[in-house]
């Protein structure tokens, strides 16, 4: 059973740079597209980016300036990186996973991880 | 970018009601739309993908319809734990979008 783990800072100060790890478990993430959703609070669900393969990935035209996702086969990792971060990057930030070799999409999720921009 | 709407907003029904919950594309979209189930303090929980194929371990009380631009999630008999926010989201055209959600409560 596939199992995601987002960790990363807590509070990260405006203007810096929010990074967040999603550690995946139970299978290789090679095998996964590999998505970033944030939801601030008592908000709808916001999706931030798709990694497909190195060098393909798409971003959210909102954020495309600030983000980068990138994967650590070594580690069976995903990374988000948002630069210049301002209190509406508050939110939870969630990764999710669907299998390359399925229909399926976004059928494995983790738990979310609370990040709030504050100094 | 395609703008996805939820309709209702919010429902509140009975224990054993039907409730249909519909979302439309601003565009086509082919199939490629999903429903998400959240609950307070959870992730979301994926019910359905390609606008009609449970996932495996949802029941069967959930389906879905649609193609193109219109698309429905229906719970056939509504039961205390569904109550939770659903999203949709389509998959076919980045950005991904999701839509604004529709609340279900037990009445």
């Known amino acids: 059973q596939v199992q995601l783990q987002e960790s990363g800072p807590g509070l990260v100060r405006p203007s810096e740079t929010l990074s967040l790890m999603c550690s995946v478990s139970?299978?290789?993430?090679?095998?996964?597209?590999w998505t970033w959703i944030r939801q601030p609070a008592g908000k709808g669900l916001e999706w931030i980016g798709h990694?497909?393969?190195?060098?393909?990935?798409n971003y959210n035209p909102s954020l495309k300036s600030r983000v980068t996702v990138s994967v650590d086969t070594s580690k069976n990792q995903i990374s988000l990186r948002l630069d210049s971060v301002t209190a509406a990057d508050t939110a939870v930030y969630y990764c999710?996973?669907?299998?390359?070799?399925?229909?399926?999409?976004?059928?494995?999720w983790g738990q979310g991880s609370l990040v709030t921009v504050s100094s | 970018d395609i703008q996805m709407t939820q309709s209702p907003s919010s429902v509140s029904a009975s224990v054993g009601e039907r409730v249909t919950i519909t979302c439309r594309a601003s565009q086509g979209i082919r199939n490629y739309l999903a429903w998400f189930q959240q609950k307070p303090g959870k992730a979301p929980k994926s019910l359905i993908y390609s606008a009609s194929t449970l996932q495996s371990e949802v029941p069967s009380k959930f389906s879905g319809s649609g193609s193109g631009t219109d698309f429905t999630l229906t719970i056939s008999s509504l039961q205390p734990e569904d109550s939770a926010t659903y999203y949709c989201q389509q998959y076919d055209i980045y950005p991904f979008t999701f839509g604004p959600g529709t609340k279900v409560d037990i009445k």
């Open positions: 990694f497909i393969i190195t060098g393909k990935t």
């Open positions: 999710a996973g669907a299998s390359k070799y399925s229909d399926n999409w976004l059928d494995h």
């Open positions: 139970g299978d290789s993430i090679s095998n996964y597209y």
